[in-house]
Antibody, heavy 122, light 107 residues
Framework: QVQLVESGGGVVQPGGSLRLSCAAS????????MHWVRQAPGKGLEWVAF????????YYADSVEGRFTISRDNSKNTLYLQMNSLRAEDTAVYYC???????????????WGQGTLVTVSA | EIVLTQSPATLSLSPGERATLSCRAS??????LAWYQQKPGQAPRLLIY???NRATGVPTRFSGSGSETDFTLTISSLEPEDFAVYYC?????????FGGGTKVEIK
């Protein structure tokens, strides 16, 4: 069965950096695009970033463009999110999610991890 | 960016009643809209994709309809496990976007 396990969350000061990881299993990781989606405490879902199955294309929310970088290592079945210049408003649970279609992508999220909490605070 | 507006914010209903949730897009998304369910402390779950297709394992009491800018998620008869928050999401344009959510609560 599909499993996605995020790690790397924690408390970081404003302006700091953090790298999240998402270990994937139970499907052909190298065939699917992957997403990061976040949820601030008590708030709704916010899509953050997408990377195509082979890493050839990456897309970002305006709110993180230029500060966050999505990447993947298909040899390790792992997705990453490098977060720099962190702000208080980046505080959220960060979910990794599998794209709904192999290849080019369906751009829906059909499997989700349980999330990792990032808190940006002095 | 395409903005999705969900209404109502909260829906108070009893088990067995019909739930009708709305999602309106700021511009046409064709039929490229999904619905997700999220229960407290859990990750979201994909229910409906491409406006009207149920995802794997989703009960038939969930149905989606609509196109262009107006979409509806209908739960024909609420079960106790259906009380949750529901989000719509568009995949027509980058950046992808979610609606603000509708909470379905027990009356």
């Amino acid at each position: 069965q599909v499993q996605l396990v995020e790690s790397g969350g924690g408390v970081v000061q404003p302006g700091g950096s953090l790298r999240l990881s998402c270990a994937a299993s139970g499907f052909s990781f190298s065939s699917y695009g992957m997403h990061w989606v976040r949820q601030a405490p008590g708030k709704g879902l916010e899509w953050v970033a997408f990377i195509r199955y082979d890493g050839s294309d990456k897309y970002y929310a305006d709110s993180v463009e230029g500060r966050f970088t999505i990447s993947r290592d298909n040899s390790k079945n792992t997705l990453y999110l490098q977060m720099n210049s962190l702000r208080a408003e980046d505080t959220a649970v960060y979910y990794c999610a599998k794209d709904s279609s192999s290849g080019w992508g369906g751009y829906y999220c059909d499997y989700w991890g349980q999330g990792t909490l990032v808190t940006v605070s002095a | 960016e395409i903005v999705l507006t969900q209404s109502p914010a909260t829906l108070s209903l009893s088990p067995g009643e019909r739930a009708t949730l709305s999602c309106r897009a700021s511009q046409s998304v064709s039929s490229y809209l999904a619905w997700y369910q999220q229960k407290p402390g859990q990750a979201p779950r994909l229910l409906i994709y491409d406006a009207s297709n149920r995802a794997t394992g989703v009960p038939t009491r969930f149905s989606g309809s609509g196109s262009e800018t107006d979409f509806t998620l209908t739960i024909s008869s609420l079960e106790p496990e259906d009380f949750a928050v529901y989000y719509c999401q568009q995949r027509t344009n980058w950046p992808l976007s979610f609606g603000g959510g509708t909470k379905v609560e027990i009356k």
